[in-house]
């Protein structure tokens, strides 16, 4: 059973710096595309980043410049550095790929960012 977990959220001010990372486990033989989405109370799920199998990385316009995703495959876990955080980031961020050629989801972290 393939199961995605993240981890690191929590409550920062404007300005600062939080990693979330997902940690996915089980039995895996394929680690594809991984991304990472946000929802934020009374908005629809927005995705802000993906990374390929091979490391390319991709990002929604909001978030460019000031996020960063990266991946170990050999720990099966995909990071999100956030930069520059903005109270508008809040949400509860959620981690989702694609692991042994299904589509599989996080529970999801909450992060607040609030002074």
């Known amino acids: 059973q393939v199961q995605l977990v993240e981890s690191g959220g929590g409550l920062v001010q404007p300005g600062g710096s939080l990693r979330v990372s997902c940690l996915a486990s089980?039995?895996?033989?394929?680690?594809?595309?991984m991304g990472w989405h946000r929802q934020a109370p009374g908005k629809q799920r927005e995705l802000i980043a993906t990374?390929?199998?091979?490391?390319?990385?991709n990002y929604a316009d909001s978030v460019k410049g000031r996020f960063a995703i990266s991946r170990d495959n050999a720990k099966r876990t995909v990071n999100l550095q956030m930069n520059s955080l903005k109270p508008e980031d809040t949400a509860v961020y959620y981690c989702?790929?694609?692991?042994?050629?299904?589509?599989?989801w996080g529970q999801g972290t909450q992060v607040t960012v609030s002074s």
């Open positions: 989702n790929g694609r692991v042994n050629f299904e589509d599989y």
């Open positions: 990374i390929t199998s091979g490391g390319s990385p």
């Open positions: 089980g039995t895996i033989f394929s680690f594809g595309t």
